[in-house]
């Protein structure tokens, strides 16, 4: 059965999976994953929620990643959250993909994907990719599950530190909402029948900010990446050294990472490709691949230094 | 346009672009129409359109677009489908878009195991449920069949024993797929789990339980070959001896499946006189036809093959499936139509695509660069039946010889079975494997012996009129003209060897048949009939089996009738869908019927043409040789004032015959090829050969090969329809640089399909996808209709190798496994030593 609640109350207390775009929810559910009731939020008042507020920038669960990649005010703001968005996916997926449901849809790992499988986020016994095919899985072993988390947004928004706002009006951080990645069922952990309603942003650096959002791919499109990284760097007045520095990467772990080490050890260096190149090593400190994911460790550092100068190309 | 299934998406994105950005750049046009996948195009010709919607061209709205080739009415002409527009606007049916009343729906319950055997099955409980009509299991329908006629190794539904994960167990017809679905769930299989057979090094040393225990005429088997084929011609180790520098090594090439976009379905319905129809979306009717008639036991003249438009194909549909048989058998049971449509991972269940290939190689050649012997060793991964299998291993060391002149050769071939999907036949069937092994070590050898890769092919290059060492005999071929045009247009001389490193140029060549002299089911009849009979109304229509798969056979065939006639093409109504009322032809595979069917209905239009003639020759009182043809209309050559409508001519023909007007042709096959065991395999009436150059950026850092352009010179003998020639061309090539740099079909160690989704498959989008630049070389074969052959496969083979040289000449790697993907660049770089 579906349902159109016609306001975000209704929606959290109607029981069933809630749909947004449907991008994934509707795979799921071709797939025999999913097969609980619908309840489709196409009519729920405030989800497109766009607003300039004083503790920054609200976007609303339901607006378009399309829209975000476009939006004049938040390619100026969040440069990097834009870029993420825009480059993501296909043009036909990002008209339909909602904010929320781009955070919180499924990983895409075929074994979870699979009918007739039984894998450890499924409730069975072991992950099956570790055992099985993962070559396009994680190179650090954050958890039972070796499924990279999908979710391009997550990885941005965290780099943000954006705020996940829910129909109680609690708010969440990325991290706490997505977990550790330690319980291989959670991809994330919003408490069943809760909403997300909307999202919010800081405001900017006011010193501004370098930032930049790339992916190593193969194929362009239509596909996820191999490893991805978003970037913010903050200079110094004189624009010779670097005052902070924020490196989130996907692709390469049940959740995304944060890059703490190096970002520290970006601090007080001149923004110079020397510095990049001798520091992005520094980004596969405790990588642990699986054996068919080794060549990732390679990919990761030309990735991290790649991002570190197209940031930088915002300063020239 | 090619088959037309994404026309629809491929419009509403175009226009979506266009409401935004009036004057798009290419890359926004392929960034716009990336979600959009398109397996039959490359893409090329639909960028090209929406330039010139954005350009506000002046699209005529008639069928032929340009001017004609000269001397000629219409052969040549830039022209539109007949099927086009109805395609683009979604007007004409495929399969799955047909609805008859009272229809069902059916599923397919399907193996969880590798390798099994099925001790027991309960359909009880899904009978039992509301909404299912009918259910049925492999002792149902258990005659063994195959496409190859002596190789009949699998059912319907399997009996003993499942052999892959995906092979079919039961088939349930409801309502609707719901309660198919539900039903599926309902069923009850008991299975005894043997170990599975997922290697070529397993199958060859056959220790556990066989993929099949008995052959197809009931003998033990204990061993997994499926079929050996060795041969040898020429001196070979003399050549090797008298050889100044020899590459030797092993290659290996992937498996890939056809992924036409449209899935595979069919409908069966029988009427109240037993009759079967059946619906599908299948490349070869008449085969198809044939497996109904001996599985179901009905004669012949009791089954109808109805085929609707088709969004793809590849060879992906070239033999019967469950699914049809299934249908057929669950309306039977029913009294019902009933209707199955694979899901996407269905038909990569089916698969019957590119073969797993390893090939120990080894080519010598002389300091000056001429080959003195080649020898290859191959092992096949057939999966878990025979399909086309005979073929493959035969094709796999007999499609060889040519486009260069190999004069000693030797090759072992052995294909093997595995607990895997079935192989078959996917474009370039057989070849495309070896071929990429031996180009690769043509530039291997030009590198060692100091001679430019494009001169070496030249040196050992066949010409129109050779006959290879192994007695295929080459009527036209244009290997010197493509291999200079595409030197030419990728500025090879000025850029090769020149280029920073990471950055790369490569060359390869390739041979390919028109068809084959020798059919599937030996037979005197003709490979392919074509009946053409007139209405006064003006038009004629041309009835012919062969299927139009999206390459446009239908077009070819009105174009071959409308030059013979002098008929505005408008007028030639081509009636291919149906065989109760079409003659035979065996079917769109080997790329047989541009060749095959063209010269039939050449043949048929000559007879109508003779008979309007002699009509219009008796009217006017004329010596016959006075009369002159088309475009258009007919006229009096030496008073060309005297002219009249087609249409009129045809009148006054039916008016001296006394009936209507009709004519057939036919394609006979004469034989062919070398006067040894297997010398009629691989022997074609024609062979078309390409060349490309493509141009190549590595990144050492993370591995990822970008294609930056791609040049294919093909020899087609002559482009009766140059956009259609060209279009193969194109989706050749973007087809080729898929499984050069994404694609792949593999299964886990269970034997788990490890590509089930198109997100899995990976094919190229537009963005991927990059400029091609097809060229067109003419060498009017003499055997051809009007000197036309083959371009629907030959231009896939040259691609990949072209790339991995490209890929060596970037950054010095050589890459012998396909795909080459940025884990085994990276791996590769890191060996060799290059960073
Ligand atoms: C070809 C392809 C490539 C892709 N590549 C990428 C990629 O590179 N990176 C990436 O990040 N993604 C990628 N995606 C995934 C895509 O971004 C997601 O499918 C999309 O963002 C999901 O958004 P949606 O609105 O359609 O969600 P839906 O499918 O509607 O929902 C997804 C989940 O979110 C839940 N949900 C949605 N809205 C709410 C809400 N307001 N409150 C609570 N729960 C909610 C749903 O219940 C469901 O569990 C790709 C997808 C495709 C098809
Ligand atoms: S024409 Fe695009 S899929 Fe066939």
Redesign the interface.
Same mark, same amino acid.
């Not at chain 1, 039984?118 to 994680?138: M, P, W």
């Not at chain 2, 052999?163 to 088939?171: E, F, I, L, M, S």
């Not at chain 2, 030249?458 to 290997?479: C, F, H, K, M, Y």
């Given at each position: 059965m579906i349902t159109f609640p016609k306001s975000i109350e209704a929606a959290a207390s109607s029981p069933g999976q809630r749909r947004a775009g449907g991008t994934d929810v509707q795979e799921l559910r071709h797939l025999g994953i999913r097969s609980d009731d619908l309840v489709d939020l196409r009519d729920c008042p405030g989800l497109d929620r766009f607003e300039q507020a004083e503790d920054g920038l609200h976007l609303g669960a339901g607006i378009s990643l399309t829209r975000i990649a476009q939006d004049a005010a938040v390619k100026e703001q969040y440069p990097a959250l834009a870029e993420a968005a825009g480059g993501l996916a296909t043009p036909q997926i990002r008209n339909r993909a909602s904010l929320a449901g781009s955070l919180l849809q499924e990983v895409r790992c075929w074994y979870y994907r699979h009918p007739d499988q039984q894998c450890a986020k499924k409730g069975g016994a072991v992950c099956l990719a570790r055992q099985g095919d993962h070559l396009y899985h994680s190179c650090f072993d954050t958890g039972v599950c070796v499924a990279p988390h999908p979710s391009t947004m997550a990885a941005a928004l965290w780099a943000y530190d954006a705020l996940v706002e829910l129909d109680d009006a609690s708010l969440l951080d990325i991290p706490t909402l997505l977990g550790d990645g330690t319980d291989p069922r959670r991809t994330h952990h919003l408490a069943p029948g809760r909403l997300v309603v909307a999202v919010h942003l800081p405001p900017p650096p006011p010193k501004g900010e370098l930032a930049a959002y790339g992916r190593a791919i193969s194929r362009a499109r239509a596909e996820w990446p191999l490893a991805e990284l978003v970037v913010r760097l903050g200079l110094d007045k004189k624009g010779e050294k670097i005052d902070w520095a924020r490196l989130v990467m996907g692709g390469v772990a049940n959740r995304p990472l944060r890059l703490s080490v190096l970002e520290e050890a970006l601090v007080g260096q001149p923004p110079t490709d020397e510095t990049f190149a001798r520091l992005a090593p520094m980004a596969i400190e405790g990588a642990k691949p699986l054996p068919m994911t080794g060549y990732k460790l390679r990919i990761i550092p030309g990735l991290v230094r790649e991002q570190l100068l197209r940031a930088m190309e915002g300063a020239a | 346009m090619q088959c037309g299934f994404c026309q629809p998406g491929m419009i509403l994105?175009a226009h979506a672009l266009l409401e935004k950005t009036a004057s798009p750049s290419r890359e926004e046009i392929t960034?716009?129409l990336?979600?959009?996948?398109c397996r039959c195009t490359g893409y090329t010709k639909i960028v090209e359109a929406v330039q010139r919607v954005a350009r506000s061209e002046d699209i005529s709205k008639g069928l032929v677009q340009g001017p004609p080739a000269e001397g000629f009415s219409i052969l040549g002409a830039r022209a539109r489908k007949p099927d086009g527009i109805g395609k683009a606007v979604g007007e004409l049916p495929y399969t799955d878009d047909i609805a008859l009343p009272r229809m069902l729906h059916g599923r397919i319950l399907r193996s969880?195991y590798a390798h099994a055997r099925i001790l027991s099955i309960d359909l009880s409980q899904a009978l039992a449920l509301p909404g299912v009509y009918a259910a049925v299991v492999g002792a149902d329908l258990p005659k063994a069949y195959c496409v190859i006629p002596w190789t009949p190794d699998e059912t319907a539904l399997c009996t003993d024993k499942v052999r892959y994960v995906g092979d079919g167990v039961a088939a349930v017809a409801a309502v609707d797929e719901e309660t198919a679905?539900a039903a599926l769930a309902l069923i009850k299989v008991e299975y005894e789990v043997l170990a599975p057979v997922l290697d070529l090094d397993t199958a060859e040393k056959a220790a556990g339980v066989p993929v099949h225990e008995r052959d197809w005429k009931g003998r033990p088997r204990l061993d997994n070959l499926c079929k050996e084929v060795a041969l040898s011609f020429g001196e070979v180790d003399e050549g090797f001896a008298a050889a100044a520098a020899v590459v030797e090594g092993e290659w290996f090439y992937e498996g890939s499946s056809h992924a036409p976009i449209e899935p595979h379905c069919a409908i069966g319905t029988w009427d109240a006189l037993g009759r079967l129809t059946l619906y599908s979306s299948t490349q070869v009717p008449h085969y198809l036809q044939r497996a109904l008639s001996e599985v179901l036991e009905v004669p012949l003249d009791r089954v109808r093959v109805v085929r609707p438009a088709i969004g793809g194909a590849f060879g992906g549909k070239s033999e019967p499936f469950d699914l049809e048989l299934c249908a057929a058998l669950l309306s039977k049971r029913a009294g019902r139509p009933v209707k199955i449509l694979y899901t996407r991972e269905e038909v990569f269940l089916a698969h019957r695509g590119r073969h797993p290939m390893e090939m120990k190689l080894r080519v010598g050649a002389s300091a000056d660069g001429k080959i003195t012997a080649v020898e290859n060793d191959l092992r096949l991964d057939g999966g878990a039946y025979h399909s086309f299998g005979m073929v493959t291993t035969w094709y796999s060391g007999q499609l060889l010889t040519g486009p260069v002149h190999l004069p000693a050769y030797r090759f072992r071939s052995r294909r093997f079975y595995t607990n895997k999907p079935c192989c078959g036949p996917k474009r370039g069937h057989g070849t495309v494997q070896p071929r990429f092994a031996l180009e690769c070590a043509l530039d291997e050898l030009s590198e060692k012996l100091g001679i430019d890769p494009i001169d070496l092919r030249r040196r050992n290059a066949l010409v129109s009129g050779d006959e290879t060492i192994n007695g295929q005999s080459i009527p036209s071929l244009g290997l010197l003209q493509c291999l200079e045009r595409v030197e030419t247009l990728s500025g090879w001389k000025e850029r090769r060897g020149k280029l920073p490193f990471g950055k790369g140029l490569g060359v390869a060549c390739s041979m390919y048949i028109s068809g084959t002299a020798y059919p599937i089911h030996p037979t005197e009849l003709p490979q392919s009939g074509v009946m053409l009979s007139a209405d006064r109304s003006g038009i004629v229509r041309v009835a012919c089996g062969a299927a139009d798969i999206g390459q446009g056979s239908d077009a070819m065939l009105m174009t071959v009738v409308s030059e013979v006639l002098g008929i505005d093409p408008d007028a030639v109504r081509v009636e291919s869908q149906d065989t109760d009322r079409a003659p035979v032809d065996l079917g769109s595979y080997s790329s047989r019927v541009t060749l095959m069917c063209g010269i039939a209905a050449q043949e048929a239009a000559m007879g109508m043409r003779q008979a309007m003639i002699s009509a219009l020759a008796g009217a006017w009182q004329v010596d016959e040789a006075r009369i002159g043809v088309g475009p258009g209309s007919w006229f009096d050559l030496q008073d060309p004032g005297r002219h009249v409508g087609v249409a009129e001519v045809l009148r006054l023909a039916e008016i001296a015959a006394g009936r209507p007007l009709v004519s057939a042709g036919g394609f006979r096959t004469r034989k062919l090829g070398g006067k040894y065991q297997g010398g009629t395999i691989g022997a074609s009436p024609a062979y078309s050969t390409t060349a490309h150059v493509a141009e190549v950026s590595v990144?050492p &850092?993370?591995?990822?090969?970008t294609v930056d352009k791609l040049w294919a010179a093909h020899d087609c003998g002559r482009a009766l329809l140059p956009t259609l020639v060209e279009g193969q061309i194109e989706g050749s090539t973007a087809m080729g640089l898929g499984e050069a740099?994404?694609e792949a079909h593999?299964v886990?160690?269970?034997g788990?399909l490890?590509?089930?989704?198109?997100?899995?498959a990976?094919l190229?989008?537009?963005?991927?996808t990059p400029p091609i630049v097809a060229s067109i070389v003419e060498t009017i074969d003499p055997v051809g209709p009007f000197g036309a052959k083959e371009a629907g496969e030959g231009p896939l083979h040259s691609t990949i190798p072209a790339i991995a040289n490209a890929i060596h000449d970037a950054v010095g790697v050589r890459i012998r496994r396909t795909p080459f993907?940025? &884990?085994r660049v990276?791996?590769a770089l890191?060996e060799q030593g290059r960073c």
């Amino acid at each position: 059965m579906i349902t159109f609640p016609k306001s975000i109350e209704a929606a959290a207390s109607s029981p069933g999976q809630r749909r947004a775009g449907g991008t994934d929810v509707q795979e799921l559910r071709h797939l025999g994953i999913r097969s609980d009731d619908l309840v489709d939020l196409r009519d729920c008042p405030g989800l497109d929620r766009f607003e300039q507020a004083e503790d920054g920038l609200h976007l609303g669960a339901g607006i378009s990643l399309t829209r975000i990649a476009q939006d004049a005010a938040v390619k100026e703001q969040y440069p990097a959250l834009a870029e993420a968005a825009g480059g993501l996916a296909t043009p036909q997926i990002r008209n339909r993909a909602s904010l929320a449901g781009s955070l919180l849809q499924e990983v895409r790992c075929w074994y979870y994907r699979h009918p007739d499988q039984q894998c450890a986020k499924k409730g069975g016994a072991v992950c099956l990719a570790r055992q099985g095919d993962h070559l396009y899985h994680s190179c650090f072993d954050t958890g039972v599950c070796v499924a990279p988390h999908p979710s391009t947004m997550a990885a941005a928004l965290w780099a943000y530190d954006a705020l996940v706002e829910l129909d109680d009006a609690s708010l969440l951080d990325i991290p706490t909402l997505l977990g550790d990645g330690t319980d291989p069922r959670r991809t994330h952990h919003l408490a069943p029948g809760r909403l997300v309603v909307a999202v919010h942003l800081p405001p900017p650096p006011p010193k501004g900010e370098l930032a930049a959002y790339g992916r190593a791919i193969s194929r362009a499109r239509a596909e996820w990446p191999l490893a991805e990284l978003v970037v913010r760097l903050g200079l110094d007045k004189k624009g010779e050294k670097i005052d902070w520095a924020r490196l989130v990467m996907g692709g390469v772990a049940n959740r995304p990472l944060r890059l703490s080490v190096l970002e520290e050890a970006l601090v007080g260096q001149p923004p110079t490709d020397e510095t990049f190149a001798r520091l992005a090593p520094m980004a596969i400190e405790g990588a642990k691949p699986l054996p068919m994911t080794g060549y990732k460790l390679r990919i990761i550092p030309g990735l991290v230094r790649e991002q570190l100068l197209r940031a930088m190309e915002g300063a020239a | 346009m090619q088959c037309g299934f994404c026309q629809p998406g491929m419009i509403l994105s175009a226009h979506a672009l266009l409401e935004k950005t009036a004057s798009p750049s290419r890359e926004e046009i392929t960034a716009a129409l990336g979600g959009n996948l398109c397996r039959c195009t490359g893409y090329t010709k639909i960028v090209e359109a929406v330039q010139r919607v954005a350009r506000s061209e002046d699209i005529s709205k008639g069928l032929v677009q340009g001017p004609p080739a000269e001397g000629f009415s219409i052969l040549g002409a830039r022209a539109r489908k007949p099927d086009g527009i109805g395609k683009a606007v979604g007007e004409l049916p495929y399969t799955d878009d047909i609805a008859l009343p009272r229809m069902l729906h059916g599923r397919i319950l399907r193996s969880p195991y590798a390798h099994a055997r099925i001790l027991s099955i309960d359909l009880s409980q899904a009978l039992a449920l509301p909404g299912v009509y009918a259910a049925v299991v492999g002792a149902d329908l258990p005659k063994a069949y195959c496409v190859i006629p002596w190789t009949p190794d699998e059912t319907a539904l399997c009996t003993d024993k499942v052999r892959y994960v995906g092979d079919g167990v039961a088939a349930v017809a409801a309502v609707d797929e719901e309660t198919a679905d539900a039903a599926l769930a309902l069923i009850k299989v008991e299975y005894e789990v043997l170990a599975p057979v997922l290697d070529l090094d397993t199958a060859e040393k056959a220790a556990g339980v066989p993929v099949h225990e008995r052959d197809w005429k009931g003998r033990p088997r204990l061993d997994n070959l499926c079929k050996e084929v060795a041969l040898s011609f020429g001196e070979v180790d003399e050549g090797f001896a008298a050889a100044a520098a020899v590459v030797e090594g092993e290659w290996f090439y992937e498996g890939s499946s056809h992924a036409p976009i449209e899935p595979h379905c069919a409908i069966g319905t029988w009427d109240a006189l037993g009759r079967l129809t059946l619906y599908s979306s299948t490349q070869v009717p008449h085969y198809l036809q044939r497996a109904l008639s001996e599985v179901l036991e009905v004669p012949l003249d009791r089954v109808r093959v109805v085929r609707p438009a088709i969004g793809g194909a590849f060879g992906g549909k070239s033999e019967p499936f469950d699914l049809e048989l299934c249908a057929a058998l669950l309306s039977k049971r029913a009294g019902r139509p009933v209707k199955i449509l694979y899901t996407r991972e269905e038909v990569f269940l089916a698969h019957r695509g590119r073969h797993p290939m390893e090939m120990k190689l080894r080519v010598g050649a002389s300091a000056d660069g001429k080959i003195t012997a080649v020898e290859n060793d191959l092992r096949l991964d057939g999966g878990a039946y025979h399909s086309f299998g005979m073929v493959t291993t035969w094709y796999s060391g007999q499609l060889l010889t040519g486009p260069v002149h190999l004069p000693a050769y030797r090759f072992r071939s052995r294909r093997f079975y595995t607990n895997k999907p079935c192989c078959g036949p996917k474009r370039g069937h057989g070849t495309v494997q070896p071929r990429f092994a031996l180009e690769c070590a043509l530039d291997e050898l030009s590198e060692k012996l100091g001679i430019d890769p494009i001169d070496l092919r030249r040196r050992n290059a066949l010409v129109s009129g050779d006959e290879t060492i192994n007695g295929q005999s080459i009527p036209s071929l244009g290997l010197l003209q493509c291999l200079e045009r595409v030197e030419t247009l990728s500025g090879w001389k000025e850029r090769r060897g020149k280029l920073p490193f990471g950055k790369g140029l490569g060359v390869a060549c390739s041979m390919y048949i028109s068809g084959t002299a020798y059919p599937i089911h030996p037979t005197e009849l003709p490979q392919s009939g074509v009946m053409l009979s007139a209405d006064r109304s003006g038009i004629v229509r041309v009835a012919c089996g062969a299927a139009d798969i999206g390459q446009g056979s239908d077009a070819m065939l009105m174009t071959v009738v409308s030059e013979v006639l002098g008929i505005d093409p408008d007028a030639v109504r081509v009636e291919s869908q149906d065989t109760d009322r079409a003659p035979v032809d065996l079917g769109s595979y080997s790329s047989r019927v541009t060749l095959m069917c063209g010269i039939a209905a050449q043949e048929a239009a000559m007879g109508m043409r003779q008979a309007m003639i002699s009509a219009l020759a008796g009217a006017w009182q004329v010596d016959e040789a006075r009369i002159g043809v088309g475009p258009g209309s007919w006229f009096d050559l030496q008073d060309p004032g005297r002219h009249v409508g087609v249409a009129e001519v045809l009148r006054l023909a039916e008016i001296a015959a006394g009936r209507p007007l009709v004519s057939a042709g036919g394609f006979r096959t004469r034989k062919l090829g070398g006067k040894y065991q297997g010398g009629t395999i691989g022997a074609s009436p024609a062979y078309s050969t390409t060349a490309h150059v493509a141009e190549v950026s590595v990144d050492p &850092e993370t591995g990822i090969v970008t294609v930056d352009k791609l040049w294919a010179a093909h020899d087609c003998g002559r482009a009766l329809l140059p956009t259609l020639v060209e279009g193969q061309i194109e989706g050749s090539t973007a087809m080729g640089l898929g499984e050069a740099l994404f694609e792949a079909h593999t299964v886990d160690s269970r034997g788990l399909l490890a590509q089930p989704s198109l997100l899995e498959a990976c094919l190229g989008t537009s963005v991927e996808t990059p400029p091609i630049v097809a060229s067109i070389v003419e060498t009017i074969d003499p055997v051809g209709p009007f000197g036309a052959k083959e371009a629907g496969e030959g231009p896939l083979h040259s691609t990949i190798p072209a790339i991995a040289n490209a890929i060596h000449d970037a950054v010095g790697v050589r890459i012998r496994r396909t795909p080459f993907s940025p &884990e085994r660049v990276l791996a590769a770089l890191k060996e060799q030593g290059r960073c």
